[in-house]
């Protein structure tokens, strides 16, 4: 059975840091390219950057120069390191595969940022 567990949300200030993590399966892991997605109340989940297997990476433009996504494949773990965060950046997010996929969304952690 395929899990993603995200982690690592929370509430920060303007200006401030977060990095989630989010442990997947190592049957899904291993071949797919990872991607970090987020839903803020009342809009459309939307992609956030991607990491391939092989360590290529792209952000969205929303986020490019303040988040960085990395993955360590010793631990089937994916992370997502956001730096100077913005109340824009409220939403839950989620990892998944890339492209993702129905069945695999998780709970996601919600960040919480606040001006």
């Known amino acids: 059975q395929v899990q993603l567990v995200e982690s690592g949300g929370g509430l920060v200030q303007a200006g401030g840091s977060l990095r989630l993590s989010c442990a997947a399966s190592?049957?899904?892991?291993?071949?797919?390219?990872m991607g970090w997605y987020r839903q803020a109340p009342g809009k459309q989940r939307e992609y956030v950057a991607r990491i391939t297997s092989t360590g290529f990476t792209n952000y969205a433009d929303s986020v490019k120069g303040r988040f960085t996504i990395s993955r360590d494949n010793a631990k089937n773990t994916v992370y997502l390191q956001m730096n100077s965060l913005k109340p824009e950046d409220t939403s839950i997010y989620y990892c998944n595969t890339y492209p993702p996929r129905g069945s695999y969304w998780g709970q996601g952690t919600q960040v919480t940022v606040s001006s």
């Open positions: 190592g049957s899904i892991f291993s071949i797919n390219a």
